[in-house]
């Protein structure tokens, strides 16, 4: 199963935000201004065209092959230093950072007989981090680029430390992989966005020396990896017969032996291979995967090979819509949308008008749904309530406004906010329901929260905070769980007005534009797409998604996006039974 993913390559956008600038010696961009997108990939990475300086080119058409040469990070960006003057080749640190910026502009200053001199200007993007981490970025670059003939040759005698390149040469030179470490529970894979430049036959020897150095910096608390700094791999990665060439590319699998997996059990050992597998797959490396610890195999039942289907149980893509099905809110109740009909859920909620927002737990047999008190401000309007789907409810917290609940995948918590600050867990325990706060300091500061659903491997939480998108960690620890780590993510044009967790990795948007009411975003804040329009009537008040298909509640009625259309037939359809009616759509989570 090839990874999925959302972009298509006829509705791709890259977010442009409009800043003003002025450029005055090292300028900067307002701490407030928004982080932008860089686009979308919707196509395998071109091989990197890095040709040499071309014989009596000018500096300012060097100036920019250079930069093109620097997407190539072979050999330590080899070809690049040979746009530099020998003292420079050897002193260049490329490592230093890794900087995508918009078009840069170079300001040529009165050039010197041999000596040439270019002022170099472009508004920031994004950063790579160590390891391929993408990581939004605001600002400014300023730097000074200087020229000496040499050999009647011009070369680059002075340049900033680092590589810099524009978004797309990034776009066309780098491509998105997907690390998988576990959550806590071992339970689930969790996904660590990345950003690589490698050729098909190196990507999977790159992907696995990134899995073993480990987990991003900020994603390392909250996730749990089977790999330590005890295990290596033994020797090259190779087809699963044992070929070196064309490793990764078409049919023939892959081999790989590690070192130091003694005394791992049974157990732990297919954890480690989920986490190799998913990582492969996804970034469409086939298999059989012929995992060997020290020569012998993983596990002697699979010594021909894995597949995926031998830890599907760790599928980041598997559907959790399960049984459950599609629910609604109809009338201030809860009901059941199967065939066009709509079926009042049989306990508690179904038989209420006073509901305002609800969640379904994975399995469908919880349920926590906010519900208007019938009092007047300033006495608490809303209360939150958690019961069960088939039987009874109470409420376990009040307030003047409560977000959506959002269910925990795993320990029966459903999580919400309250009045725009504070987070809470409703934690139940057979027929109790007890209320634990979350420490939400870190996001809680930024501003008010009107949305907050938890990610389906529970290791991240998607939040709007005074109308833009938020992405934090979720850190478990003895005195309770916190939330970390928040990150701006750039939506486009408009203000966020509910949001839902597609897949592990992607985020739906309903905002408050007219023309792009929806849109897709990723994780780390990289990709954006809008989604179909065609049938909408803004506004869009709330989204609800599955890893197949979005559901959206707009001014007429309920509608559905699925993932799977083609591209011609993907638009917006009404919900049979839900047509023309106000009402919300409701799935687990």
């Given at each position: 199963?090839?990874?999925?993913?959302?972009?298509?390559?006829?509705?791709?956008?890259?977010?442009?935000?409009?800043?003003?600038?002025?450029?005055?010696?090292?300028?900067?961009?307002?701490?407030?201004?928004?982080?932008?997108?860089?686009?979308?990939?919707?196509?395998?990475?071109?091989?990197?065209?890095?040709?040499?300086?071309?014989?009596?080119?000018?500096?300012?058409?060097?100036?920019?092959?250079?930069?093109?040469?620097?997407?190539?990070?072979?050999?330590?960006?080899?070809?690049?230093?040979?746009?530099?003057?020998?003292?420079?080749?050897?002193?260049?640190?490329?490592?230093?950072?890794?900087?995508?910026?918009?078009?840069?502009?170079?300001?040529?200053?009165?050039?010197?007989?041999?000596?040439?001199?270019?002022?170099?200007?472009?508004?920031?993007?994004?950063?790579?981090?160590?390891?391929?981490?993408?990581?939004?970025?605001?600002?400014?670059?300023?730097?000074?680029?200087?020229?000496?003939?040499?050999?009647?040759?011009?070369?680059?005698?002075?340049?900033?430390?680092?590589?810099?390149?524009?978004?797309?040469?990034?776009?066309?030179?780098?491509?998105?992989?997907?690390?998988?470490?576990?959550?806590?529970?071992?339970?689930?894979?969790?996904?660590?966005?990345?950003?690589?430049?490698?050729?098909?036959?190196?990507?999977?020897?790159?992907?696995?020396?990134?899995?073993?150095?480990?987990?991003?910096?900020?994603?390392?608390?909250?996730?749990?990896?089977?790999?330590?700094?005890?295990?290596?791999?033994?020797?090259?990665?190779?087809?699963?017969?044992?070929?070196?060439?064309?490793?990764?590319?078409?049919?023939?699998?892959?081999?790989?032996?590690?070192?130091?997996?003694?005394?791992?059990?049974?157990?732990?050992?297919?954890?480690?291979?989920?986490?190799?597998?998913?990582?492969?797959?996804?970034?469409?490396?086939?298999?059989?995967?012929?995992?060997?610890?020290?020569?012998?195999?993983?596990?002697?039942?699979?010594?021909?090979?894995?597949?995926?289907?031998?830890?599907?149980?760790?599928?980041?893509?598997?559907?959790?819509?399960?049984?459950?099905?599609?629910?609604?809110?109809?009338?201030?109740?809860?009901?059941?949308?199967?065939?066009?009909?709509?079926?009042?859920?049989?306990?508690?909620?179904?038989?209420?008008?006073?509901?305002?927002?609800?969640?379904?737990?994975?399995?469908?047999?919880?349920?926590?749904?906010?519900?208007?008190?019938?009092?007047?401000?300033?006495?608490?309007?809303?209360?939150?309530?958690?019961?069960?789907?088939?039987?009874?409810?109470?409420?376990?917290?009040?307030?003047?406004?409560?977000?959506?609940?959002?269910?925990?995948?795993?320990?029966?918590?459903?999580?919400?906010?309250?009045?725009?600050?504070?987070?809470?867990?409703?934690?139940?325990?057979?027929?109790?329901?007890?209320?634990?706060?979350?420490?939400?300091?870190?996001?809680?500061?930024?501003?008010?929260?009107?949305?907050?659903?938890?990610?389906?491997?529970?290791?991240?939480?998607?939040?709007?905070?005074?109308?833009?998108?938020?992405?934090?960690?979720?850190?478990?620890?003895?005195?309770?769980?916190?939330?970390?780590?928040?990150?701006?993510?750039?939506?486009?044009?408009?203000?966020?007005?509910?949001?839902?967790?597609?897949?592990?990795?992607?985020?739906?948007?309903?905002?408050?534009?007219?023309?792009?009411?929806?849109?897709?975003?990723?994780?780390?804040?990289?990709?954006?797409?809008?989604?179909?329009?065609?049938?909408?009537?803004?506004?869009?008040?709330?989204?609800?998604?599955?890893?197949?298909?979005?559901?959206?509640?707009?001014?007429?009625?309920?509608?559905?996006?699925?993932?799977?259309?083609?591209?011609?037939?993907?638009?917006?359809?009404?919900?049979?039974g839900l047509s023309g009616l106000n009402a919300i759509p409701v799935l687990p989570g």
């Amino acid at each position: 199963m090839a990874r999925m993913k959302f972009v298509r390559p006829r509705v791709l956008v890259v977010a442009v935000v409009s800043v003003a600038l002025t450029l005055s010696g090292c300028a900067s961009l307002p701490d407030t201004s928004t982080p932008e997108a860089i686009g979308t990939i919707g196509q395998q990475p071109t091989e990197p065209v890095a040709p040499p300086p071309a014989a009596g080119a000018e500096p300012s058409l060097l100036l920019r092959k250079f930069f093109e040469a620097s997407t190539d990070p072979s050999n330590r960006h080899g070809t690049a230093r040979e746009y530099l003057t020998a003292d420079r080749a050897r002193t260049w640190q490329d490592g230093d950072s890794t900087i995508i910026v918009d078009k840069m502009d170079f300001l040529e200053e009165p050039r010197s007989g041999d000596e040439a001199s270019y002022t170099i200007r472009a508004t920031k993007v994004a950063q790579l981090a160590s390891g391929g981490t993408y990581e939004p970025l605001d600002g400014v670059f300023e730097g000074k680029a200087r020229f000496k003939r040499v050999d009647g040759q011009w070369r680059i005698s002075e340049i900033p430390d680092g590589v810099m390149m524009e978004r797309g040469l990034f776009v066309k030179n780098y491509r998105d992989v997907a690390l998988y470490y576990l959550d806590p529970s071992g339970t689930k894979t969790v996904p660590d966005p990345r950003w690589i430049a490698a050729r098909q036959d190196q990507v999977a020897d790159h992907l696995l020396g990134l899995l073993l150095a480990g987990p991003s910096p900020s994603l390392a608390p909250a996730v749990r990896s089977q790999f330590n700094d005890k295990i290596s791999m033994i020797g090259p990665v190779t087809k699963a017969d044992g070929r070196t060439s064309s490793v990764g590319v078409g049919p023939g699998g892959i081999r790989v032996d590690f070192r130091g997996l003694a005394g791992m059990d049974a157990k732990d050992r297919k954890l480690l291979a989920g986490q190799v597998i998913w990582t492969l797959q996804n970034a469409d490396i086939s298999g059989p995967y012929v995992l060997l610890a020290d020569g012998e195999p993983l596990d002697e039942q699979f010594a021909s090979g894995w597949t995926t289907s031998d830890v599907a149980e760790l599928n980041p893509l598997a559907n959790t819509l399960n049984d459950v099905g599609l629910h609604a809110i109809r009338d201030g109740g809860l009901v059941a949308v199967k065939d066009g009909i709509l079926t009042p859920a049989s306990g508690y909620f179904g038989g209420v008008r006073n509901v305002r927002s609800v969640s379904l737990s994975s399995d469908g047999t919880l349920v926590a749904a906010v519900v208007d008190t019938g009092r007047q401000a300033p006495d608490p309007t809303s209360a939150l309530m958690v019961g069960s789907y088939d039987g009874t409810a109470f409420p376990v917290a009040e307030g003047g406004m409560i977000t959506r609940p959002s269910w925990a995948p795993d320990d029966g918590s459903a999580w919400a906010v309250i009045d725009g600050a504070r987070v809470t867990r409703a934690v139940r325990d057979t027929s109790l329901v007890s209320v634990v706060d979350v420490d939400a300091t870190a996001v809680s500061s930024i501003g008010k929260i009107t949305e907050l659903r938890l990610s389906r491997d529970g290791v991240r939480v998607a939040m709007i905070i005074d109308g833009k998108v938020y992405i934090a960690n979720v850190i478990p620890g003895p005195a309770g769980y916190a939330i970390t780590n928040p990150r701006a993510v750039p939506t486009g044009a408009g203000i966020a007005r509910s949001l839902d967790w597609s897949t592990s990795e992607n985020v739906v948007v309903a905002l408050d534009a007219t023309e792009i009411p929806v849109v897709m975003v990723s994780i780390d804040g990289s990709r954006l797409e809008m989604l179909p329009n065609r049938n909408l009537t803004g506004p869009v008040t709330v989204v609800d998604a599955t890893t197949t298909s979005e559901y959206v509640a707009d001014a007429r009625a309920v509608f559905q996006l699925t993932n799977t259309d083609a591209e011609a037939d993907r638009n917006w359809r009404e919900v049979p039974g839900l047509s023309g009616l106000n009402a919300i759509p409701v799935l687990p989570g």
